[in-house]
């Protein structure tokens, strides 16, 4: 090989070197906006997944007992609890046991249900399908401050099932395990009885609840309430038009709520009224005690955390905070802003005081987040009712008005019915002296069924109602002391 033949093959190859470092250069100035390593992850997952499918053909789906942003318990997840609880334990090893309602379960026999780490297997149509139940340590990345289990652990259920019966499991079998779990969780419910006192404990992980209960088991029906006949029917007719009110309240536009306002002297039967709706209408309650909620924002978290067909109580709403009188006028706002400050820096620091205001509960009435639950009865109690803010009450808000008044001649034949067991109470030379009183004399039905309840196995109807004629006739000259002379 001459000198020109080297020389020419030297120029080709810089040549050909010169192009391959422009070509280099430009590929990597492009690979700078490419994610080399999510490239190849990205295809080697589908290549991994397509081998994995031929080694297991078998496919899985998650509930989780929360979803999206953890607000609110999931639907979906309780009503898979409650299916499999009806599905068979035989092979399960650890179960976990529940009371069901003491009503609908004459046998007391506990409902059970498999415990975390455990598997059940499922037949439908023909068609063996696995569940099992599992909890997953939660980040505190992952935590909300909504959640109901903030430090708790994720818990979740989960299908699995052959890839050749998806179809099966999507449109008839996960259908199926819905409605069939809701219809358990109306057999085993029990009626509850809720207060916001925080609770912790450990139920497959740690976990804190904002609502504490106990099972509702208060006697009073609108049989035993002392009230006259017809407003006992109109009470019970109201509520019978909300209970069946779904498609109306959808019609309308509204919520399916309604406010109650109960007020009256104390000893007129509130309380009890509140607990004759409960068992009427075979909801739960939730005793919200205002003066323990911090926040706004707490008592919006309250309310997330009700569930629907209850009855949200607010006992002595006049004495809970200050929602008393008519709100500030302009000219009174303007002259407290140099106070603001002072008192949002004591609040601060007592961190005790409640801060919840009026527009707070004012919106937790009739707000946008009322509507995250149907079926709720919100009920008001107050002795002095001309004392509560008019925008508290107004109609939308309380909807119906209840007057819980001093004892009539109806409520003591109904209570001398009940507790004295005679029906011709009338018959009674007491009577007409009973009758002449109660319109002099005001007193409250606590008090006059307390006077008419037999004190020992000596006492009968006629010593009853003795005892009821001196104590009107002391309070009617106690009344008449108190009086000023003219």
Not at 78 to 107: F, I, Q
Not at 129 to 137: F, G, K, M, Q
Not at 316 to 338: H, M, P, Y
Not at 414 to 443: R, S, T
Request: aromatic share 8%; charged share 30%.
């Amino acid at each position: 090989m001459d000198a020109l033949s080297v020389s020419g093959w030297f120029g080709q190859a810089s040549v050909v070197v010169s192009i391959v470092a422009v070509c280099w250069t430009m590929i990597c100035q492009n690979l700078q906006h490419i994610h080399l390593k999510q490239f190849f992850a990205r295809h080697f997952n589908r290549r991994a997944r397509h081998v994995a499918a031929m080694v297991d053909p078998y496919h899985s789906i998650t509930f989780d007992e929360y979803e999206g942003g953890r607000i609110k318990s999931s639907d979906a997840f309780n009503e898979v609890k409650s299916y499999l609880t009806t599905a068979s334990t035989r092979g399960v090893r650890h179960l976990r046991a529940e009371c069901g309602s003491a009503r609908k379960n004459a046998s007391g026999k506990p409902v059970l249900a498999m415990a975390k780490d455990e598997e059940v297997a499922d037949v439908f149509r023909g068609v063996t399908l696995w569940w099992s139940a599992a909890a997953e340590p939660q980040t505190r990345d992952a935590m909300s401050y909504w959640s109901r289990v903030q430090s708790a652990e994720r818990r979740h259920y989960r299908l699995e099932f052959h890839e050749d019966h998806r179809d099966l499991v999507v449109n008839e079998y996960l259908p199926h395990v819905s409605s069939q779990g809701r219809a358990v969780m109306v057999q085993n419910r029990q009626r509850r009885l809720y207060t916001n006192i925080h609770k912790e404990g450990y139920d497959e992980g740690w976990y804190t609840d904002v609502w504490t209960h106990v099972p509702f088991t208060h006697p009073k029906t609108f049989d035993t309430l002392a009230m006259h006949p017809e407003k006992k029917k109109e009470i019970k007719d109201d509520l019978d038009m909300f209970r069946k009110g779904k498609e109306y309240h959808a019609r309308v536009g509204k919520p399916w709520k309604r406010g109650y306002l109960l007020y009256g002297p104390p000893g007129t039967g509130k309380s009890t009224m509140v607990a004759a709706m409960a068992n009427y209408l075979d909801y739960d309650v939730y005793d919200l005690e205002l003066t323990s909620v911090k926040t706004n924002t707490e008592l919006r978290k309250l309310l997330i955390e009700t569930k629907s067909k209850s009855i949200m109580v607010f006992e002595d709403i006049d004495c809970s905070l200050d929602l008393t009188g008519k709100r500030k006028s302009k000219e009174d706002e303007d002259g407290d802003e140099e106070k603001d400050g002072v008192t949002l820096r004591r609040n601060k620091k007592d961190d005790t005081k409640s801060q919840v205001t009026l527009s707070g509960l004012l919106n937790f009435i009739d707000g946008l987040w009322s509507a995250c639950g149907e079926e709720r009865l919100i009920v008001f109690t107050t002795n002095h009712v001309e004392k509560l803010d008019p925008a508290l009450i107004r109609t939308g808000r309380m909807d119906k008005k209840i007057e819980m008044s001093y004892c009539d001649l109806e409520s003591f034949k109904f209570l001398a019915n009940i507790h004295l067991d005679i029906d011709d109470i009338e018959a009674y030379e007491q009577f007409g002296v009973v009758e002449e009183l109660l319109k002099e004399v005001d007193m409250v039905p606590a008090d006059v069924g307390e006077h008419l309840t037999p004190k020992s196995p000596a006492d009968d109807a006629r010593s009853c109602l003795e005892r009821l004629v001196m104590e009107l006739m002391k309070a009617k000259e106690q009344d008449a002391a108190s009086k000023p002379e003219a």
